[in-house]
């Protein structure tokens, strides 16, 4: 560990952008696998549909439907909620 340091230390007496640039570079690496937000990205990547349903003009004959899209049919949202 005492050589780790001893490196770290020449390291920033003699090129101190090179060893920032590594810094930012792990830490770009690790920030996202340690984040939160990941977890909520990921929970929300998997229940949005791939494909959106077009809108379809209602004609009467389809009862399933909803004949306006703020109607209450289709799939709850209550999941989003436990969130």
Known sequence: MAAFGTFLKNAW???????????????AVAVPIVSPF?????????????????PVRDDGNMPDLPAHPCEPKGQNLDWIKAL
């Open 13 to 27: 007496n003699k090129e101190p952008v090179v060893l920032v640039s590594c810094a930012l570079g792990l830490l």
């Open 38 to 54: 990941t977890k909520y990205s990921g929970m929300m990547n998997s229940v949005v549909p791939f494909n959106y349903p077009v």
